[in-house]
């Protein structure tokens, strides 16, 4: 069983930045993998990217290619999610979620709590 605890999240100006923390407990991330999905109101949620625990393979959405970036810390066992020149329509409540296997944008077996980002124009 993984627990996942994220944080980081905040308000923020458009263009500006904030980093999620997703913490593990309970065992290690090795042989998972580590993705963010966000949730917008009154709509589905969205992959946003994953990183593989061994090897560091990352896959992002395209919306986000180029702004954000997923990394681990093998020593805090946490994966982050930095998120640069941010977007209003990056409002969200951004999910921790991990699965055993590679990477991809479906079928995850563990969820954090989520964390709130809010982005004003």
């Known amino acids: 069983q993984v627990q996942l605890v994220e944080s980081g999240g905040g308000s923020v100006q458009a263009g500006g930045s904030l980093r999620l923390s997703c913490a593990a407990s309970?065992?290690?991330?090795?042989?998972?993998?580590v993705a963010w999905f966000r949730q917008a109101p009154g709509k589905e949620r969205a992959f946003v990217a994953a990183?593989?625990?061994?090897?560091?393979?990352?896959y992002y959405a395209d919306s986000v290619k180029g702004r954000f970036t997923i990394s681990r810390d093998y020593a805090k066992n946490t994966v982050y999610l930095q998120m640069n020149s941010l977007k209003p329509e990056d409002t969200a409540l951004y999910y921790c979620?991990?699965?055993?296997?590679?990477?991809?944008?479906?079928?995850?077996?563990?969820w954090g709590q989520g964390t709130q980002v809010t982005v004003s124009s």
């Open positions: 979620a991990a699965r055993f296997g590679g990477v991809q944008s479906y079928d995850y077996d563990y």
């Open positions: 990183i593989r625990w061994n090897g560091g393979t990352t």
């Open positions: 309970g065992r290690t991330f090795s042989g998972y993998a």
